[in-house]
């Protein structure tokens, strides 16, 4: 999948302008690419189009117009991108009370233990290093899924997808629906274009 330019982000003035149009749209696609994992954790798989959103919202926040700051917020965010044969995914940890972030530290290699399920093959998700420490666990985790040329066709032939949390204390299988499996074969598709 091609890397975001930074000719493609809309300068903060004008995306002001159209931010409620821009998200709607992206709101819309990220719900449709989000698959809630028991209580506590979701997944969301990341495309172009999702990672642009997050970099304009960004720049929105932050209210900047610096183009070094914005040069570095594309750099930051391009690791979210996919590349050739696989997926970004962002697992969220959703810890809501303060007694359970009392227990973060449970989660620990909760990132290492995320599979996707294709059929009756497996896809280990990779996850970004630095996420967490001996005294904690970061909430956010980024993950990466490669896949072989033979568990693309599987996802293209309608096999069944679902993601799995392979952990001690956080265990959880859910489907992926089907419209959510055609996005994930959707970024697969196009980022074995470039």
Same mark, same amino acid.
């Given at each position: 999948?091609?890397?975001?330019? !930074?000719?493609? &982000?809309?300068?903060?003035?004008?995306? +002001?302008?159209?931010? %409620?149009?821009? !998200?709607?749209?992206?709101?819309?696609?990220?719900?449709?690419? %989000?698959?809630?994992?028991?209580?506590?954790? +979701?997944?969301?798989?990341?495309? %172009?189009?999702?990672? @642009?959103?997050?970099?304009?919202?960004?720049?929105?926040?932050?209210?900047?117009?610096?183009? $070094? &700051?914005?040069?570095?917020?594309?750099?930051?965010?391009?690791?979210?991108?996919? *590349? %050739?044969?696989?997926? +970004?995914?962002?697992?969220?940890?959703?810890?809501?009370?303060?007694?359970?972030?009392?227990?973060?530290?449970?989660?620990?290699?909760?990132? *290492?233990? &995320?599979?996707?399920?294709?059929?009756?093959?497996?896809? $280990?998700?990779?996850?970004?290093? $630095?996420?967490?420490?001996?005294?904690?666990? +970061?909430?956010?985790?980024?993950?990466?899924?490669?896949?072989?040329?033979?568990?693309?066709?599987?996802?293209?032939?309608?096999?069944?997808?679902?993601?799995?949390?392979?952990?001690?204390?956080?265990?959880?299988?859910?489907?992926?629906?089907?419209?959510?499996?055609?996005? &994930?074969?959707?970024? @697969? @598709?196009?980022?074995?274009?470039?």
């Amino acid at each position: 999948m091609k890397k975001i330019q !930074l000719e493609e &982000v809309l300068p903060l003035e004008v995306y +002001s302008q159209k931010r %409620r149009e821009l !998200l709607q749209r992206w709101l819309a696609e990220k719900k449709e690419r %989000r698959l809630e994992l028991g209580p506590t954790m +979701s997944i969301a798989f990341e495309n %172009r189009r999702t990672v @642009l959103a997050q970099i304009q919202e960004m720049i929105y926040i932050e209210k900047t117009t610096d183009p $070094k &700051v914005i040069a570095e917020m594309v750099e930051i965010y391009n690791a979210q991108v996919p *590349g %050739r044969l696989e997926t +970004s995914a962002t697992l969220f940890i959703e810890l809501r009370s303060e007694e359970e972030l009392l227990d973060i530290k449970t989660y620990r290699g909760v990132a *290492g233990s &995320v599979y996707l399920h294709i059929g009756n093959e497996m896809v $280990k998700g990779t996850p970004e290093e $630095k996420r967490e420490t001996e005294d904690t666990v +970061s909430t956010v985790q980024y993950l990466r899924f490669r896949y072989t040329p033979q568990q693309v066709e599987a996802i293209k032939r309608g096999d069944p997808v679902s993601v799995e949390v392979v952990h001690p204390l956080h265990h959880v299988l859910a489907p992926m629906t089907a419209t959510m499996a055609r996005a &994930v074969l959707a970024d @697969l @598709l196009e980022g074995d274009t470039d």
